[in-house]
């Protein structure tokens, strides 16, 4: 059986020596299910980087070490909050930030929470399952949490999984929306900028709540609700229409 050794960024002499992957889960394919939680759409994100190589000190977006990967993922899902917003730079930092703040245990992983190993030699991020995404020497990987011969360490608890996209309830049904090009509208709510129409796309920018925004078109999603194509500032994107007014 091939065995794999961890990335890390911190204590990378003891990584590479003793922390060995004793089974690894085949890659999977990123679901076709749109996310509804943030901790999905940082999953997302992680699991388009799956093959990607291993390299110290690097944080994307064509190569990672550890922290790099989960830094990455958060701060594009624009919950780079939740890890420090990049401040912690190693997966021991990490570590000690969670626990001075009563955030690490040992048991009751949430999806998009954070998987420390040895003490802070690897972390990787909890994707269910008892299995965690993380960057390997030989890449980014998905892999069983026990499959790793550094000890396991702890959970890292982010909130990532009950904090819905845009701030609210992404299965309350919405009701059909139109506007007039050209029309103005205002952010209920903080709004989600995005790159096209529906939670899976990029964010492209967080809008306070009363952002004037230009409607330029509409679209539907995959879930055949509509949003406005709009300009807010000198920004253009996409928003949730039934978070405007």
């Given at each position: 059986?091939?065995?794999?050794?961890?990335?890390?960024?911190?204590?990378?002499?003891?990584?590479?020596?003793?922390?060995?992957?004793?089974?690894?889960?085949?890659?999977?394919?990123?679901?076709?299910?749109?996310?509804?939680?943030?901790?999905?759409?940082?999953?997302?994100?992680?699991?388009?980087?799956?093959?990607?190589?291993?390299?110290?000190?690097?944080?994307?977006?064509?190569?990672?070490?550890?922290?790099?990967?989960?830094?990455?993922?958060?701060?594009?899902?624009?919950?780079?909050?939740?890890?420090?917003?990049?401040?912690?730079?190693?997966?021991?930092?990490?570590?000690?930030?969670?626990?001075?703040?009563?955030?690490?245990?040992?048991?009751?992983?949430?999806?998009?929470?954070?998987?420390?190993?040895?003490?802070?030699?690897?972390?990787?991020?909890?994707?269910?399952?008892?299995?965690?995404?993380?960057?390997?020497?030989?890449?980014?990987?998905?892999?069983?949490?026990?499959?790793?011969?550094?000890?396991?360490?702890?959970?890292?608890?982010?909130?990532?999984?009950?904090?819905?996209?845009s701030g609210a309830s992404v299965t309350t049904a919405a009701k059909v929306k139109h506007a007039l090009k050209g029309s103005t509208q205002r952010?209920?709510?903080?709004?989600?900028?995005?790159?096209?129409?529906?939670?899976?796309?990029?964010?492209?920018?967080?809008?306070?709540?009363?952002?004037?925004?230009?409607?330029?078109?509409?679209?539907?999603?995959?879930?055949?609700?509509?949003?406005?194509?709009?300009?807010?500032?000198?920004?253009?994107?996409?928003?949730?229409?039934?978070?405007?007014?």
């Amino acid at each position: 059986m091939k065995t794999l050794t961890m990335g890390a960024r911190a204590f990378i002499p003891m990584a590479l020596a003793g922390a060995v992957l004793l089974s690894q889960a085949p890659a999977t394919p990123v679901a076709a299910a749109q996310p509804k939680t943030e901790a999905q759409q940082i999953i997302k994100i992680a699991k388009k980087q799956l093959g990607d190589p291993w390299r110290y000190g690097a944080n994307g977006p064509k190569s990672f070490d550890c922290s790099g990967l989960v830094i990455y993922a958060y701060k594009h899902a624009g919950d780079g909050k939740a890890v420090g917003n990049g401040h912690y730079r190693s997966a021991r930092a990490l570590y000690k930030w969670f626990k001075a703040r009563g955030l690490a245990s040992k048991s009751h992983p949430k999806v998009g929470d954070l998987v420390i190993w040895g003490g802070g030699q690897h972390v990787g991020i909890y994707i269910g399952g008892g299995k965690a995404i993380s960057t390997l020497t030989s890449g980014v990987k998905i892999h069983k949490v026990h499959a790793v011969r550094a000890k396991f360490t702890a959970y890292l608890h982010t909130g990532m999984s009950t904090k819905s996209i845009s701030g609210a309830s992404v299965t309350t049904a919405a009701k059909v929306k139109h506007a007039l090009k050209g029309s103005t509208q205002r952010a209920r709510v903080a709004l989600n900028l995005r790159a096209g129409a529906g939670v899976g796309n990029d964010r492209v920018a967080v809008l306070r709540p009363g952002a004037l925004l230009t409607v330029l078109g509409e679209g539907l999603d995959a879930s055949g609700r509509t949003w406005f194509k709009v300009q807010a500032g000198s920004r253009t994107g996409w928003v949730a229409s039934w978070l405007t007014r």
